[in-house]
């Protein structure tokens, strides 16, 4: 079993920065593919990015290129979101996720999934 806390979820003003940290404890994350995940009220959940297990494969939403960056640290059993440039249409809950298999953008591929974190952009 894997438990994933996120935070660093705050209310931040449009065209500002966040970053976003998922802490893993019970295992090692790294045989797992980690993921982030949003879901604005009303819609469904949808990828932000993906990395592969060795790091070297990533998978970003289109909405998000070029804004977000995923990175992990598996010595340290921790994942972040760097969030740029941030706009109103980024307010979602954000999830963290991991799965043994590889970067997907699908929700069903992934086994365990955090609680949430709040991130809300508005001025």
């Known amino acids: 079993q894997v438990q994933l806390v996120e935070s660093g979820g705050d209310l931040v003003q449009p065209g500002g920065s966040l970053r976003l940290s998922c802490t893993a404890t019970?295992?090692?994350?790294?045989?797992?593919?980690m993921a982030w995940f949003r879901q604005a009220v009303g819609k469904e959940r949808e990828l932000v990015a993906a990395?592969?297990?060795?790091?070297?494969?990533?998978n970003y939403g289109d909405s998000v290129k070029g804004r977000f960056s995923i990175s992990r640290d598996n010595a340290r059993n921790t994942v972040w979101l760097q969030m740029n440039n941030l706009k109103p249409e980024d307010t979602a809950v954000y999830y963290c996720?991991?799965?043994?298999?590889?970067?997907?953008?699908?929700?069903?591929?992934?086994?365990?999934w955090g609680q949430g974190t709040q991130v809300t952009v508005s001025s």
């Open positions: 996720a991991a799965t043994y298999l590889g970067a997907s953008a699908a929700t069903t591929e992934y086994d365990y």
């Open positions: 019970g295992r090692t994350i790294g045989s797992y593919s």
């Open positions: 990395v592969s297990w060795s790091g070297r494969n990533t």
